[in-house]
């Protein structure tokens, strides 16, 4: 049996990576908040082959987070562990982001993100095997006025992803960081700007899926918005700053 854990596996890009990876030989550990929605997405992997089994918990309580990680170690040998739960908050404009916002995306995306992964590569470390995906974004390469709080937990998420890889190299665990451009979910709903290249959340899954099957270090999609938001980093701010209000983001 291969082991899959995924979090935030409800809905967009985790409920598509879900059933991409449903097939017989294949243990799924789905995780989110919606217990509705786990067992029928449950129930659906089943019908492709799958074992699967759900765990219920708020990534954003890192106690709860812990617990969880060395619960799953515990029980199973994690194959794949693909660490993708994420919310985003928008700023309006010229304002500070109201700090209960700040708390949840970075509670979530940055602390949770990483404390579901800790037992588990401890694990993965001991047992020489495992592969670890951090689904960050393109937003980690330079920040956006629209999404300070999301941009600063996406960067956070990116540099750890980064700083493990070579280590844990040494170990047999793989370590791969996904940055997507826009994704067409629940959560670019709320992003009120243009959204170019934006592909499905089967067809992100699609993309993850292959890049992690060939045990890629970096996902990256789509290629244009990968290197135009590469290329503001090396800009004088000010021409970064004046492309980015250009654009709204
Ligand atoms: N959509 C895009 O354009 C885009 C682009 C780049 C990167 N990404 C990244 O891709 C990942 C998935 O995004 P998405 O667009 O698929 O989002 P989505 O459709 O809004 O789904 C978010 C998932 O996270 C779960 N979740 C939310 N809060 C949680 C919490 N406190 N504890 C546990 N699970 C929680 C939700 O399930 P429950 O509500 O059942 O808990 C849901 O399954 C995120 O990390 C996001 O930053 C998205």
Known sequence: MYTVVITGATKGIGRSLSIAYASQCVQLVLIAR????????????????????????????????????????????????????????????????????????????????????????????????????????????????????????????????????????????????VTPGFVETDMSDQFPSKKPFMVSSDEAARIIKKGLDRKKRIISFPLTLTIGMKCLVFLPAFVS???LSKLKY
Do not use: F
Not at 38 to 57: D, F, H, I, T
């Open 241 to 243: 700053d004046l492309i």
């Open 34 to 177: 919606d217990e509705q929605l786990l067992k029928a997405l449950s129930e659906e992997c089943r019908v492709k082959g799958a074992k699967a089994q759900y765990y219920l918990l708020d990534l954003s309580n890192t106690e709860e987070a812990i617990r969880a990680s060395s619960e799953i170690a515990e029980e199973y040998d994690v194959d794949l562990l693909i660490s993708n739960a994420g919310i985003t908050g928008i700023a309006d404009e010229g304002e500070v982001e109201p700090w209960t916002q700040i708390e949840s995306i970075l509670s979530l995306n940055c602390t949770g993100a990483i404390a579901i992964t800790h037992s588990i590569l401890i694990d993965m470390q001991n047992r020489e095997a495992g592969h670890v995906a951090y689904i960050s974004s393109i937003a980690a390469y330079h920040g956006m006025p629209l999404t300070p709080a999301y941009c600063a937990s996406k960067s956070a998420i990116k540099a750890y992803a980064e700083a493990i890889r070579g280590g844990l190299a040494s170990k047999s665990v793989m370590i791969t960081l």
